[in-house]
């Protein structure tokens, strides 16, 4: 039943290691104990749990390198102690990961070690009840007004100045998903994953499923429609050719849009808007939060449109909003 399980740390050259590499990598080759029991692990968060493979790819790469560890030191991964885990996540610590690195090990190995528990595998959890270094909050990051509008004018119909411009195929396409990424909140995993069955135009809704398969239904505005169905009408049987598939968006070639195709398209969108280079797909979803509540939304309503299992979650959203904040504060200070 063991299978290699392949990670980003297998393709890396071993003549000079580079110190954030010397915990993940090594030079020992084969399977490492527990090869099997992680196999399986991955297949029940793609079969039961509905994990998407940028989810499963990410704990192979953390749990793969746990077990190589282990493989390094003679530690046995059925039989590992609370202590031997710390010393882990020490050495981890030494070689200068990020703290937000270690900390993403240390939820794959609570992840692996509650599945392990479950199933029988081993008889008490050592990861459970392990801490990880302590990390600041840090707020998502926004576009403003004007780096939205820069944005979506990279492939739309027409410039900032308000010029008309001739859209190719794959610029209405592109533009259908950067504008339904702004209206929906979705995450760029869910936009890959959507279906034409998922998309009424005639109520102005759309089906998403996220984390875990869960569905839920989102609202689009009128611009968001307009763009979706030109792109739906005009551009999609051209990029679609003799092809079939019932995904909504389609590559150049007429497959399925992968999210990292979208991704990599997001990135070319916003060196040529002349934006920050840093900027991902996942901040369009922040910034759809946050203008919600600019235009005073109800935190339970974004919840929901996000997806969110925590109100909690939700509330960060709250602290990047200063009209909001200062409306709390001019009708709740005595003073004010």
């Given at each position: ?137 840090h707020l998502p990051h926004v576009l403003q007004g004007q780096q939205m509008e820069s944005l979506l004018c990279v492939h739309g119909p027409t410039d900032l100045q308000g010029r008309k411009r001739e859209q190719t195929p794959a610029d209405m396409r592109d533009q259908a998903i950067l504008e339904f990424l702004y209206a929906s909140g979705a995450r760029i995993s869910e936009a890959s994953g959507l279906k034409m069955s ?139």
């Amino acid at each position: 039943m063991a299978r290699q399980v392949k990670t980003r740390a297998s393709k890396r050259a071993t003549t000079q290691a580079k110190p954030e590499q010397s915990i993940a990598d090594g030079a020992l080759g084969g399977a490492p104990d527990g090869s099997d029991l992680l196999a399986a692990f991955l297949d029940q968060m793609r079969i039961e749990r509905g994990a998407s493979e940028h989810t499963v790819r990410s704990y192979a790469t953390d749990l793969e390198a746990y077990l190589r560890w282990c493989m390094r030191k003679g530690v046995d991964p059925r039989a590992v102690t609370h202590r031997q885990l710390r010393a882990y996540l020490g050495d981890m610590d030494a070689a200068r990961y990020a703290r937000t690195t270690i900390n993403r090990h240390l939820s794959s190995l609570r992840g692996f070690y509650g599945w392990m528990k479950l199933v029988g595998a081993i008889d008490a959890d050592p990861a459970g009840a392990l801490l990880g270094p302590k990390q600041g909050r840090h707020l998502p990051h926004v576009l403003q007004g004007q780096q939205m509008e820069s944005l979506l004018c990279v492939h739309g119909p027409t410039d900032l100045q308000g010029r008309k411009r001739e859209q190719t195929p794959a610029d209405m396409r592109d533009q259908a998903i950067l504008e339904f990424l702004y209206a929906s909140g979705a995450r760029i995993s869910e936009a890959s994953g959507l279906k034409m069955s998922d998309v009424d135009f005639a109520s102005h809704l759309v089906r998403v499923f996220g984390k875990g398969r869960k569905e839920r239904i989102i609202p689009l505005h009128d611009l968001c429609v307009r763009t979706m169905r030109a792109y739906l009408e005009h551009a999609r049987p051209q990029l679609l050719g003799q092809k079939a598939t019932d995904r909504f968006f389609v590559s150049n070639r007429g497959n399925p849009m992968s999210p990292d195709a979208m991704r990599k398209m997001f990135k070319k969108t916003v060196r040529a808007a002349g934006l920050d280079d840093r900027l991902s797909p996942h901040d369009m979803r922040h910034t759809f939060a946050t203008d919600l509540l600019d235009g005073e939304a109800d935190l339970r309503s974004v919840q929901e449109m996000l997806g969110h299992s925590s109100l909690s979650t939700t509330q960060i959203y709250t602290h990047l909003s200063p009209a909001r904040l200062k409306d709390a504060h001019s009708q709740a200070h005595p003073r004010a």
